[in-house]
Every structure is written in structure tokens, then in C-alpha cells.
């Protein structure tokens, strides 16, 4: 039994009379890939920025490992070192190049000597394929490079879990294959994942949980076997059945 | 054409004028930026009480002339106790006065980089000091270079006035000129030819630094006045 | 001196630094948009001639410009410092104003100009009917910075001798010796005069909105 990584009691987030989520519960242990799904705009990312802290919560505690993140007084930059961090827009920094992208944090949070830094990021590149594309500026690389080496950017500050919001709904249908092939080995190879994700296909194969939210709250969390095939609630059913419908079929083609 | 050999005749001390006027120029330029910078991030970044100063600060030194900003430090401050010689308070006005339009060119461009790359600097542990650092002020300060280019050369034609301060810049060399000739029209329509040629250059050198400081694939269309 | 006089002196300019504005502006104005339109419009010719206008005017300081149109025309029509000034002024203000409407004209026009010929208006006709009330609307923030700057500009004219805000504020500080009140005075004014201006064309500008609904 693996010992829980992430573990969440009674979020809340609101803005202003708006309550986005409420009392939610969540354990991620290590070496889990839990990857959550539901309807535009039930919070999924909102609860996704909360649990590396760019986003404050209103209510309820947020543990990294053993350390409580959301007490007064945490260090967050040294918290946001452990947990990385992949958005759907890439959010690379656009005057660096793809190498020097994935060393800033290194030379400057975790203060590493330029030659050690320089060929940790190389390596990281290496492991999502693009390590050719080293002198690249982040305007001269697809959208699926991009992403790519925004996980790579995460990765080099070896986190103890990585965070992934939406990583692919902002790529053409053809490159999103590439950054999904790169999620799944680092699942393989033992990463403890929150997903976020439309991707069906992905939740099936990859996914140790699947938790389906909706309305802020959480209605229903197991093994993709247990949600595809025997969800406790109509809504979950509805929900994957369509959303497979649209995301899933193509993604059987790629 | 007259003014053509008044040019010649005077060419030495337009020469000299001409200098003065271009390290006014400078010094107007870089203190402007400083102050601007800062003026700049305090209305993005910082707690509203010092926000609202560097609005107040904005708005008075770009809603006032500078004529009266130079005349107010020339002739008002010694009545304070404060006497800056002309040069001095030619530098200060035109410093303080710069800083508030340099501000407001960074700011927007600051603004146009901003939060979504704050969250990228954030997110990998990054504070937020060093975000601003390392991550937006190398985009902001790219960004706004064309829209900023405007400064300079709006500068440049500005330093025209602290002649009547006395500083012996072009101008004065000018007015100098027209007083032993009797020719005021050949005498400014000479320094006009000098201006132009200085805004020409500067112009040019503005281009070409903004070709060498482009980030590859990163275009963000501004307009440019 | 009494206070009350001493602003009241000061403020009295403020009666020369509005005359000149209001006459440097309009005229600025009208000179400007018609160049624009033919700078746009009007050939390639046309074009080149308008931007060497525009460069050569707009490459000058102001003052300098201000210096030799007042002599000439002092010299040639024998015009007051007040007229002459207004006068240079307006024709330094025609040049920024013709690349303020010219840059609007060109936002508004290409694919506007081509809706309009292909419904079967004229030339003339789209200009009028479609580009301009169009460009009027965008034209406005670049065009209220302007005016904010001509009636700054308007204290150069205290270098020719009108006894406008900031001549005033000079004479009544050598008399009273109070140079530091007298420019402050002089700033606040000119200040509120900026503040109106930008405040007034502001609303202007929501008034004639274009709504936009999200």
C-alpha cells in the first residue's frame, strides 16, 4: 500500500457569491495517476491551481506529503518546487529558448551550477523527444513541441507530483498524440499524476482513478473499469458515454 | 539658400550646441527610464496606496507643460532653498517629465505579458520578485520598444526649450546666431536642418535595435505613432 | 499682493492660453483630416508629398518651428504674437493629427471600403458613409492626447511675448517674489485645463460607442 503523496479534506473555493467548489475530498498516493473529468467550467482546473497554491482556497487543508501547504506561514515557492506544473496554453517563457526554458528554475530556485543545470535540462529534453530542438524559441515550435517541453520544464525541478490542466485542449488533433505518448511513460514509469483531461482514451488506459466532477462537487471516484462499466450514478454514465463518443473514437484512430 | 551658409559659418558652435542638446537628451532618457520602471511596476505590482502615488505622479507630470516643470525647479525651488544651477534643473525637469510618459509605456506592456506568465514563473517556484525579473520585465522591455521609441525622439525635440533657461544647448546657439546677423529665419531654419538630421539618426539607430532585441517567432503587432 | 489677485492675475492668461488653443486646434484638425484623406486616397504622388509634410514637420521641435513661422509671417503679413503663434501652432498640430486620422483611416478602410463599392456606393460616397463615421469612433483617445498636447504646446507661445498663463506667472513672481506659488499656480491651471479636456472627451467617446455585446 503506498503511502498518500497529496492528500485533500474539504476544499472550498468561492469567488465573490459564486461557490466554484465545496468540501472536497481527495487522496493521491504514489504512483497514482488520477485523472479527473467533467463539464467545462465545474471547477476541475480551479481545484488543479489550489493544489499548488497559485490559487488560495477559501476553505479546507491541502497536505504535501506530511507537511500541511495551506497552514499560514508555508513557504509556497519552496512548495511549488515539489509539485509541477503543466497548463493548457504551455505558458512557456517566450524569450528563452526551449533549453533555457527548462534551466531558469534550476539556476535560480534551486541555485545549481550553470554546467549541472544545463545538462539536467538537456536531459530532461531528451526525454520528451526534443532535445534536437534545444536553440528553439518557443515561436518556432508546434503546439505539441511546446507542451512538450513545458513537461520537461515541470519535470526538471523533479517533482514529487506533477499537475496537468488540460494539457492537450489547446493542440490540433494531430499533435496531440505526442504530448499524450509523453504522459503516458512517465505514468509507466511511476509518476504521481493529477490529470485533468477530456481525453477518454487516456483516462482508460493510463488512469489508476478516475474521479468525474460536476457542479463543484465530486460525484463519483474508481478504477476506469468501475466508472466505464458500472457507475453508480446515471449522470456518470451520461457523462462518459458522450464525452467517449466525441474524444475517445478519435482518439482509437491517431 | 541663406540658411545654408549660416550653417557653414556656424558650424563649430552648432556642432557644440548639437552635443548638448544630445546629452540632455541622454540623461533625460536614462533617468526618465529609471524612474519610469519603477513608476511602472508600482502601478502593476504594488499595494494600493503606492499604486495611486505613482497614478497621482503620472497624471501631473503629463498633464502640466514641461516649460512650467523647468521654470518651477529654475526659478521656484530657490525660494524653497533648493538652487540648482540650469543644467541641473534642465536634467531634473526633463528627467521627471520623461519618466512619466516612460512609465506608461512600460506599464502597458508589462500589462500585455503579465498574469499568465506570472502563473508560468510561479508555478516552477519562482518568486514573485524573480518572475518579474527573469521572466517579464525581458518581455515586457521587448514589447514595448516600439511604442517607447517614441520617447526618445519626443525627448530630443523637447531639450529645445531649456534654452530659455539659458542652457546653451542648439537652441541657444541659434538664437546666438540670430543676434549677430540679424537673420532669425536662416538662423532656425539652419538648427530645424540639424534637428531633422539628429531625429533622422536616431530614428534609424532606434530600428535597428529594435531588429536586434526581436525574440524569434514572438510578434506582438503594436502600433507605432 | 493679496492672494486672491495673485491667482487672479495668473489665471487671466488663461484667457490668451485658451484663444490659442482654440484656434490651433480646429485649424490643426482641419488641415490634418483633409491631408489625411488625401494622403490615403489621393495616389501615390499625394502620398509621397504627405509624408515628407509629415516627417519634416513632426521632425522639428515645435519651438523651432514656432520661432520661424512667427518671423516670417510677422515679418510678411505683419500678424500679432498672439495670431502668429496660434497660427505656427495649428500648422504643427495639422502634422501629428494627419497621422492620427491617417493611421484610423487606413484601420477602417481596406475591407470596409470594399463592402461599401460592392453594395454600390462611390468613392465618395463610402468615405463619407461608411469610413468616416468609423473612424471618428477610433480616432478619439489618440485625438484627446492631442489636444492635451497642444494646449501644453500653447505655453511656448510665452517665448514670443503673449501674456498668456505662463508669461503671467513669470511677471507677478518677479513682483512679488514668490516664484514657487506663481509656477505652481500656473501648473494647477494648466493642469485642470488637461483634466477637462481628457474628462469631456472621454464622455464624448462613451457617447458614441458602437455597443458591443458580449
Known sequence: MSKPILTVKQLTKRYGSNTIFENIDLTVNEGDTIVIIGPSGTGKSTLLRCLNLLTKPDGGQIWLDDLEITAKGTDEDRVRQYIGMVFQNFLLFNHLTALENVKLGLVRVKHMPEKEAEAKALAELTRVGLADRAGHYPGQLSGGQQQRVGIARALAMDPRVMLFDEPTSALDPELIGEVLEVMRKLALDGMTMVVVTHEMGFAREVADRIVFMEKGSIVEEGSPDALFYHPKYERTREFLWKITELYGKKEAQA | MEWLQLLQRFFSDFVRGAGITLELTAVGLTLGFVLGLLLALAKVYAPRLLRGAATAYIEVFRGTPLLVQLFLIYYGLPSLGITLSQTLSAYLALGLNSAAYQAEYLRGAIQAIGPSQMMAGRSIGLSRWQTIRHVILPQALRLALPSWSNEPISLLKTTAVVFLIAVQDLMAKAKRAATITYNPIASYLAVAAVYLLMVFVLNALLKWLERKTKIPGFDIDVKRV | ?214
Do not use: C, H
Open chain 3, 1 to 214: 499682493m493679496d492672494f486672491g489677485r495673485f491667482i487672479q492675475y495668473i489665471a487671466s492668461g488663461t484667457a490668451f492660453t485658451l484663444g490659442v488653443t482654440l484656434i490651433a486646434l480646429p485649424s490643426g484638425l482641419l488641415i490634418g483630416l483633409v491631408l489625411a484623406f488625401v494622403a490615403v486616397y489621393g495616389g501615390k504622388l499625394a502620398g509621397k508629398i504627405m509624408d515628407v509634410y509629415s516627417t519634416v514637420l513632426r521632425g522639428i521641435p515645435p519651438i523651432v518651428l514656432l520661432f520661424i513661422l512667427y518671423f516670417v509671417m510677422s515679418g510678411a503679413v505683419n500678424l500679432s504674437p498672439f495670431w502668429a503663434g496660434s497660427i505656427s501652432l495649428g500648422i504643427i498640430s495639422s502634422a501629428y493629427q494627419l497621422e492620427i486620422f491617417r493611421g484610423a483611416i487606413l484601420s477602417v478602410s481596406g475591407e470596409q471600403m470594399m463592402a461599401a463599392r460592392a453594395v454600390g456606393l462611390s468613392k465618395m460616397q463610402a468615405i463619407r458613409y461608411v469610413v468616416l463615421p468609423q473612424m471618428i469612433r477610433l480616432v478619439i483617445p489618440s485625438w484627446s492626447n492631442e489636444a492635451a498636447i497642444v494646449i501644453k504646446d500653447s505655453s511656448l507661445v510665452y517665448a514670443i511675448g503673449v501674456p498668456e498663463i505662463l508669461r503671467r506667472a513669470q511677471l507677478i513672481s518677479a513682483s512679488t517674489q514668490q516664484p514657487f506659488l506663481a509656477y505652481i499656480t500656473a501648473a494647477l491651471i494648466y493642469f485642470t485645463l488637461v483634466f477637462i479636456t481628457n474628462r469631456v472627451l472621454g464622455r464624448v467617446e462613451r457617447k458614441l460607442s458602437i455597443p458591443v455585446n458580449p
